[in-house]
């Protein structure tokens, strides 16, 4: 008795070890589809990112910042480098908390299987997708201390990166800036500086 309850654990055991790779959950084994994703992509996003990804939406005309235009294949929120493909997780984590302060909502509502299908479609919208793969994620270390020599390193690295616009910088702050021209990465739009002390 005792002997056959070992084995079919056993087999249990087994048939749980083997079988796992053929029944993979959605993100284990990234099973999406991207067919389904444009279903759920069509009814609850393309009203601002555009039937064709590119962020030209219904809603999108009054929107700041503007829905993304996935066409380009430039995104912001990465774990990867500048420059670089977002991970799918990077994707799916955007896609399930929304961008705070923006128009972009959470859809936590929609199943898991849902968010990881509109991952998948997402990117079918650029080329970049099929031609390039994501780096890992960059380890993040701990936050450095902040000192007067880093700060102005930073400073510098980041007027040198072309994200910068007159009069982000408290120090170069001579009258209330308006809406400028990005150098570029808002791909043509208008960018607001957020002024920083
Ligand atoms: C009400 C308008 C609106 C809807 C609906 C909407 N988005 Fe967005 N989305 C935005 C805006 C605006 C941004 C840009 C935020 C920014 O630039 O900071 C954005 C950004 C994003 C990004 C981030 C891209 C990046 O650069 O990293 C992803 C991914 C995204 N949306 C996916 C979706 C998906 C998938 C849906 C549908 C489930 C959806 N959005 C529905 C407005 C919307």
């Not at 790779?21 to 990112?49: A, L, M, N, V």
């Not at 294949?73 to 670089?84: H, L, N």
């Not at 997708?129 to 936050?143: D, L, N, V, Y």
């Amino acid at each position: 008795m005792i002997y056959r309850k070992i084995c079919s654990a056993g087999v249990i055991l087994l048939l749980f070890l083997v079988g796992r790779p053929f029944f993979p959950g959605p993100e284990g084994s990234r099973q999406t589809d991207p067919r389904r994703g444009r279903e759920i992509y069509e009814e609850w996003c393309s009203q601002c990112h555009g039937k064709q990804g590119k962020g030209d939406g219904a809603a999108a005309a009054r929107m700041y910042p503007k829905p993304r235009d996935f066409t380009h294949g430039a995104f912001k929120f990465r774990s990867t480098p500048s420059g670089e493909l977002p991970t799918d997780q990077d994707l799916f984590r955007t896609i399930t908390l929304g961008v705070p302060g923006t128009a972009m909502p959470g859809f936590d509502n929609l199943s898991r299987k849902d968010r990881w299908d509109l991952t998948a479609h997402i990117k079918t919208f650029s080329e970049r997708f099929r031609e390039e793969t994501a780096p890992k994620a960059m380890a993040i270390g701990r936050s450095p201390k902040m000192t007067k020599a880093r700060i102005e390193r930073g400073r510098d690295v980041y007027v040198r990166k072309g994200q910068w616009i007159p009069g982000t910088f408290a120090a170069d702050r001579k009258s209330p800036t308006s809406i400028e021209p990005c150098p570029q990465g808002s791909m043509g739009h208008p960018c607001l500086p957020i002024w920083m002390a």
